[in-house]
């Protein structure tokens, strides 16, 4: 189990569970046990702590003793004598106390049991002439614990801890090889789960090497650079003092997590290592998961780890560990139907939102509560609740927490369908889950240590988990729960969770738009009101206390030192929100059962937002093309030049080709319209319209109609067979730029801000008449539109204008749906992924983006090292033409770079390509012409 990890250089019966929390271990030495006299003496280590002594008997039979110094009276030296030979006895230390903790009597893990009662102890150290020095430690942090205010008590004991530090320094004879070379070193300390360890860090040019101070658990920790997978800086305590080192690629529990006492120092190290990984590993952001995810190469538990970890939650600090949703609503039925709706949680709402009387409740307190006034009580996410779920395999961690005690009973997980109900009905209980609930180990619903955890009211010892009845043990408990999480329903749902907790309706203003669960009901709740009567909207941070958010409060701001350590102590304690990762609603996972429903509406609808394909395609058809276009895309990267054609004076800017691919049209900036035999490989008519660039072109489904674009605002249409201009279309006010069509709709896009559709049927077209094309809608734009297209339905239009800016319109109400600035420049291209789902568009600032058409998130940016000036995609993998003239295969999924395919002298400019994705034709500035096939 994860969790457990942060265990596991633990050596020997003492732990650093044992410290109070923010309690620092400082040193350790061999002593002996002298309080009682006898022939023999308990040998053990003694431990000088911030707050308290701890000996710990190397006899396990033997309790570890540990003394508050807050509870001591006098600390001294007993006084030495001597023998008749004149040699001093050793000395010893004597503590005279009030009260003593005995931890892990007969080696059990239990419950601390404290002896409150007047009590000398005295050790002998086996280094006994250090005795003097140790007792001016304890004296000195004596008087630290017995300052009246809390503040100032930790003000002296930090000053203490960094005075160590700054005496000492790492033991470069720890290094590996000798001709490591150091980076920088500096004082931080270890974190894990209730645990800070003081110590020095040291980068090198091959390791990461973290000393404790105290020499526990082990004299030096190592880490090899070569081995580090990822690396995070962290918010430790909301201040950005966190950095933690992965040496795996999917485990969410770390190899190690520091906090730094200054943040340059931990920008310092981050960068260097980061540096470091650049040529070994591939930065991954939550859009790069987020297509991973919904293109179905994430899992749903995958993808909620890897929010989670960007979203700064850490196995290594409960107060800000990864959390997952409730996604079973049914605890009480023989069998679980996962094919019933109803047998799982409304994802769309928060756990406090999920029961309509207790919302009425919290709303009405809501109401009635001062500034700064907050919608829940408690999170759904903290230290205890954490360890609720998992004391039965990590119990110290819980005595730590609640001071050596166990929680009653009663209030222990007892029962998973207990603890939902609760969680439903309860007044100040919204917890959700943590990772194990979707895991593969279930030691944590098990009392595998035979801890005695007490009796409750009904007098039933608390022992195993009870778990629904429709689970026959707890690993079909664990396999359910997984299943239930990957199932159909929560992956087309769990989208919607993600906006709650990571995403846009988190906070803000953005709640407010989208009206989430909470909000929904509480506008139910206020409509009646007079509008000078109607509190502010429960959104952004009312929705909990501000203390959980990040940037809610800035604790170094705070000079009264009692006020801040409250203020630290609630943080923890409470819990803490994650980062918010996304700002705009996050989008939905593509299923099985969307795409049917998507294709089903594409059929019955012509105006449906998300279609592949047209409604007269055959289906066996289509799934034998939409094989081939999956193996030709495999093997895309051994596309290979079959003839290279130079028939153009200037740059080529479009290309068509007719249905049987006999016959290739290709426009130029020199403004002419060629046409080229494929059969005959020989340039067979030219054309020109004007003398200004035509600047794209395109073929009507008849396979007799060439439609040109040109720079002098006019749109030219050629007929082939009868070799000449047919028509021409006056429409714009500066140059058009693309040209697309569907359905007997022409679209016209224009460096004049605007997009224009016109009623263009090619009958219309083949008449010997003068053609009328009547205006249907007029789209304006923020700027100049330099590239158009449309999804293969036709019922979506994407524009990319001059300002860096997307817009996606339907194309049967003519009404925009979304509008992303996501380019720094013009955006050269843009393309309709073949499910219609995502818009890639590639600019003059060198990105290409995928852009969710239902959303308008911007899921993936890769930045490339030249301009990508025209491209063709399958949704994951895209064949673009660069500015140097190259082919470039790109890996969407991974943002990397398959492969580099030399092509043309100069830019690439156009690009066409089959329906089975089997032949390509490029056009550069070059003025070349390339036909390319696929080799085996």
């Given at each position: 189990?994860?969790?457990?990890?942060?265990?596991?250089?633990?050596?020997?019966?003492?732990?650093?569970?044992?410290?109070?929390?923010?309690?620092?271990?400082?040193?350790?030495?061999?002593?002996?046990?002298?309080?009682?006299?006898?022939?023999?003496?308990?040998?053990?280590?003694?431990?000088?702590?911030?707050?308290?002594?701890?000996?710990?008997?190397?006899?396990?039979?033997?309790?570890?003793?540990?003394?508050?110094?807050?509870?001591?009276?006098?600390?001294?030296?007993?006084?030495?004598?001597?023998?008749?030979?004149?040699?001093?006895?050793?000395?010893?230390?004597?503590?005279?106390?009030?009260?003593?903790?005995?931890?892990?009597?007969?080696?059990?893990?239990?419950?601390?049991?404290?002896?409150?009662?007047?009590?000398?102890?005295?050790?002998?150290?086996?280094?006994?002439?250090?005795?003097?020095?140790?007792?001016?430690?304890?004296?000195?942090?004596?008087?630290?614990?017995?300052?009246?205010?809390?503040?100032?008590?930790?003000?002296?004991?930090?000053?203490?801890?960094?005075?160590?530090?700054?005496?000492?320094?790492?033991?470069?004879?720890?290094?590996?090889?000798?001709?490591?070379?150091?980076?920088?070193?500096?004082?931080?300390?270890?974190?894990?789960?209730?645990?800070?360890?003081?110590?020095?860090?040291?980068?090198?040019?091959?390791?990461?090497?973290?000393?404790?101070?105290?020499?526990?658990?082990?004299?030096?920790?190592?880490?090899?650079?070569?081995?580090?997978?990822?690396?995070?800086?962290?918010?430790?305590?909301?201040?950005?003092?966190?950095?933690?080192?992965?040496?795996?690629?999917?485990?969410?529990?770390?190899?190690?997590?520091?906090?730094?006492y200054s943040t340059t120092d931990r920008d310092d190290i981050y960068y260097y290592i980061a540096t470091f990984?650049?040529?070994?590993?591939?930065?991954?952001?939550?859009?790069?998961?987020?297509?991973?995810?919904?293109?179905?190469?994430?899992?749903?538990?995958?993808?909620?780890?890897?929010?989670?970890?960007?979203?700064?939650?850490?196995?290594?600090?409960?107060?800000?560990?990864?959390?997952?949703?409730?996604?079973?609503?049914?605890?009480?039925?023989?069998?679980?139907?996962?094919?019933?709706?109803?047998?799982?949680?409304?994802?769309?709402?928060?756990?406090?939102?999920?029961?309509?009387?207790?919302?009425?409740?919290?709303?009405?307190?809501?109401?009635?509560?001062?500034?700064?006034?907050?919608?829940?009580?408690?999170?759904?996410?903290?230290?205890?609740?954490?360890?609720?779920?998992?004391?039965?395999?990590?119990?110290?961690?819980?005595?730590?927490?609640?001071?050596?005690?166990?929680?009653?009973?009663?209030?222990?997980?007892?029962?998973?369908?207990?603890?939902?109900?609760?969680?439903?009905?309860?007044?100040?209980?919204?917890?959700?889950?943590?990772?194990?609930?979707?895991g593969s180990d279930p030691s944590f619903l098990e009392n595998k240590l035979n801890l005695d955890l007490g009796?409750?009211?009904?007098?039933?010892?608390?022992?195993?988990?009870?778990?629904?009845?429709?689970?026959?043990?707890?690993?079909?408990?664990?396999?359910?729960?997984?299943?239930?999480?990957?199932?159909?329903?929560?992956?087309?749902?769990?989208?919607?969770?993600?906006?709650?907790?990571?995403?846009?309706?988190?906070?803000?203003?953005?709640?407010?738009?989208?009206?989430?669960?909470?909000?929904?009901?509480?506008?139910?709740?206020?409509?009646?009101?007079?509008?000078?009567?109607?509190?502010?909207?429960?959104?952004?941070?009312?929705?909990?206390?501000?203390?959980?958010?990040?940037?809610?409060?800035?604790?170094?701001?705070?000079?009264?030192?009692?006020?801040?350590?409250?203020?630290?102590?609630?943080?923890?304690?409470?819990?803490?929100?994650?980062?918010?990762?996304?700002?705009?609603?996050?989008?939905?996972?593509?299923?099985?059962?969307?795409?049917?429903?998507?294709?089903?509406?594409?059929?019955?609808?012509?105006?449906?937002?998300?279609?592949?394909?047209?409604?007269?395609?055959?289906?066996?058809?289509?799934?034998?093309?939409?094989?081939?276009?999956?193996?030709?895309?495999?093997?895309?990267?051994?596309?290979?030049?079959?003839?290279?054609?130079?028939?153009?004076?200037?740059?080529?800017?479009?290309?068509?080709?007719?249905?049987?691919?006999?016959?290739?049209?290709?426009?130029?900036?020199?403004?002419?319209?060629?046409?080229?035999?494929?059969?005959?490989?020989?340039?067979?008519?030219?054309?020109?319209?004007?003398?200004?660039?035509?600047?794209?072109?395109?073929?009507?489904?008849?396979?007799?109609?060439?439609?040109?674009?040109?720079?002098?605002?006019?749109?030219?249409?050629?007929?082939?067979?009868?070799?000449?201009?047919?028509?021409?279309?006056?429409?714009?006010?500066?140059?058009?730029?693309?040209?697309?069509?569907?359905?007997?709709?022409?679209?016209?896009?224009?460096?004049?801000?605007?997009?224009?559709?016109?009623?263009?049927?090619?009958?219309?077209?083949?008449?010997?008449?003068?053609?009328?094309?009547?205006?249907?809608?007029?789209?304006?734009?923020?700027?100049?539109?330099?590239?158009?297209?449309?999804?293969?339905?036709?019922?979506?239009?994407?524009?990319?204008?001059?300002?860096?800016?997307?817009?996606?319109?339907?194309?049967?109400?003519?009404?925009?749906?979304?509008?992303?600035?996501?380019?720094?420049?013009?955006?050269?291209?843009?393309?309709?992924?073949?499910?219609?789902?995502?818009?890639?568009?590639?600019?003059?600032?060198?990105?290409?983006?995928?852009?969710?058409?239902?959303?308008?998130?911007?899921?993936?940016?890769?930045?490339?090292?030249?301009?990508?000036?025209?491209?063709?995609?399958?949704?994951?993998?895209?064949?673009?033409?660069?500015?140097?003239?190259?082919?470039?295969?790109?890996?969407?999924?991974?943002?990397?770079?398959?492969?580099?395919?030399?092509?043309?002298?100069?830019?690439?400019?156009?690009?066409?390509?089959?329906?089975?994705?089997?032949?390509?034709?490029?056009?550069?500035?070059?003025?070349?012409?390339?036909?390319?096939?696929?080799?085996?």
């Open positions: 189990m994860a969790f457990l990890k942060t265990q596991e250089r633990a050596k020997g019966r003492f732990s650093l569970l044992m410290l109070d929390l923010e309690e620092y271990f400082f040193e350790q030495h061999t002593a002996y046990d002298v309080t009682v006299r006898s022939p023999r003496k308990s040998r053990g280590s003694f431990k000088v702590c911030s707050r308290s002594i701890i000996f710990d008997p190397e006899d396990c039979t033997e309790p570890i003793i540990k003394i508050p110094f807050r509870d001591c009276q006098k600390i001294e030296i007993l006084e030495k004598d001597r023998n008749p030979f004149h040699e001093p006895k050793p000395s010893s230390i004597s503590i005279l106390c009030g009260q003593v903790i005995y931890i892990k009597e007969s080696n059990v893990i239990a419950p601390y049991r404290i002896e409150r009662t007047t009590k000398k102890l005295v050790f002998q150290l086996e280094i006994w002439n250090k005795t003097e020095d140790i007792v001016q430690t304890l004296l000195q942090l004596h008087r630290a614990s017995c300052l009246e205010k809390l503040g100032d008590q930790t003000a002296m004991i930090e000053a203490n801890l960094q005075s160590r530090l700054a005496r000492t320094a790492f033991d470069k004879y720890c290094f590996q090889s000798v001709a490591e070379k150091p980076h920088m070193e500096c004082a931080v300390e270890m974190v894990s789960p209730l645990v800070s360890n003081p110590g020095h860090v040291c980068v090198t040019n091959e390791n990461l090497y973290f000393q404790p101070l105290s020499g526990y658990p082990d004299k030096v920790i190592r880490i090899k650079l070569s081995r580090v997978r990822r690396i995070y800086k962290r918010r430790h305590g909301l201040r950005p003092l966190g950095l933690e080192v992965f040496c795996s690629e999917n485990d969410f529990c770390s190899d190690i997590y520091l906090k730094f990984l650049e040529n070994h590993v591939t930065e991954q952001t939550a859009e790069s998961f987020m297509l991973l995810w919904q293109r179905g190469l994430l899992s749903n538990y995958q993808y909620l780890l890897h929010l989670n970890n960007l979203a700064d939650r850490s196995c290594n600090d409960l107060s800000q560990y990864p959390v997952f949703p409730w996604v079973i609503a049914d605890y009480t039925s023989a069998e679980l139907d996962m094919t019933n709706p109803s047998s799982f949680r409304d994802l769309s709402k928060p756990i406090g939102a999920l029961n309509q009387e207790r919302l009425d409740r919290l709303l009405a307190r809501y109401y009635g509560m001062p500034e700064p006034r907050f919608m829940y009580g408690s999170h759904y996410s903290s230290p205890g609740y954490v360890l609720f779920y998992l004391m039965r395999v990590a119990p110290e961690h819980m005595l730590c927490l609640q001071n050596g005690r166990y929680d009653h009973a009663d209030r222990m997980f007892n029962s998973v369908a207990e603890t939902w109900k609760n969680c439903l009905e309860g007044a100040t209980d919204f917890k959700e889950l943590v990772p194990e609930f979707y009796r409750k009211q009904s007098g039933s010892l608390v022992g195993d988990v009870i778990l629904p009845p429709w689970a026959s043990d707890v690993s079909d408990f664990l396999q359910k729960n997984s299943m239930a999480l990957e199932s159909e329903f929560v992956s087309e749902h769990l989208h919607e969770w993600i906006d709650l907790v990571f995403g846009f309706k988190q906070r803000g203003t953005a709640a407010e738009a989208a009206q989430n669960g909470k909000l929904r009901w509480y506008h139910l709740w206020i409509s009646h009101l007079p509008v000078e009567s109607k509190p502010t909207l429960v959104c952004g941070l009312a929705v909990f206390h501000p203390l959980t958010y990040e940037g809610g409060i800035d604790c170094d701001s705070i000079d009264d030192p009692d006020e801040r350590i409250a203020m630290l102590t609630q943080i923890l304690e409470f819990g803490q929100t994650p980062t918010q990762l996304f700002t705009s609603p996050h989008p939905q996972r593509i299923t099985s059962k969307l795409q049917t429903i998507t294709r089903s509406s594409s059929i019955n609808s012509p105006n449906s937002d998300f279609s592949p394909v047209s409604a007269n395609e055959d289906s066996s058809f289509e799934d034998l093309t939409e094989e081939s276009r999956k193996m030709a895309w495999g093997n895309m990267g051994n596309l290979t030049a079959v003839t290279k054609h130079k028939i153009h004076k200037e740059a080529v800017t479009g290309i068509a080709v007719t249905r049987d691919g006999s016959a290739v049209f290709s426009t130029s900036q020199d403004s002419t319209l060629k046409m080229f035999s494929k059969e005959m490989r020989e340039f067979q008519r030219s054309m020109s319209f004007s003398n200004m660039a035509l600047s794209s072109c395109l073929m009507l489904a008849d396979g007799k109609t060439v439609v040109c674009s040109s720079w002098d605002n006019n749109v030219y249409f050629y007929s082939i067979p009868f070799g000449r201009r047919q028509d021409t279309l006056m429409g714009h006010d500066d140059a058009v730029s693309a040209v697309c069509w569907f359905n007997d709709q022409l679209y016209t896009a224009s460096w004049d801000s605007t997009v224009k559709v016109w009623k263009c049927s090619p009958e219309s077209l083949s008449s010997h008449k003068r053609s009328q094309f009547p205006l249907l809608a007029e789209l304006e734009h923020d700027a100049g539109v330099n590239t158009a297209g449309l999804n293969p339905s036709g019922s979506l239009l994407a524009t990319g204008c001059k300002d860096g800016s997307i817009s996606i319109w339907d194309t049967g109400s003519f009404g925009g749906l979304q509008q992303v600035h996501c380019h720094s420049g013009t955006i050269l291209h843009l393309s309709f992924s073949p499910d219609s789902r995502n818009v890639l568009s590639v600019g003059e600032d060198c990105c290409m983006k995928v852009t969710d058409v239902q959303t308008g998130m911007v899921m993936s940016s890769v930045k490339a090292a030249e301009e990508q000036r025209c491209f063709c995609w399958d949704g994951s993998t895209v064949l673009c033409g660069g500015q140097s003239g190259d082919l470039l295969l790109w890996d969407l999924l991974s943002n990397t770079l398959i492969k580099r395919i030399p092509a043309h002298s100069g830019p690439v400019t156009s690009m066409w390509m089959n329906e089975l994705c089997t032949s390509v034709i490029t056009g550069g500035e070059d003025r070349q012409t390339i036909f390319w096939k696929m080799d085996s």
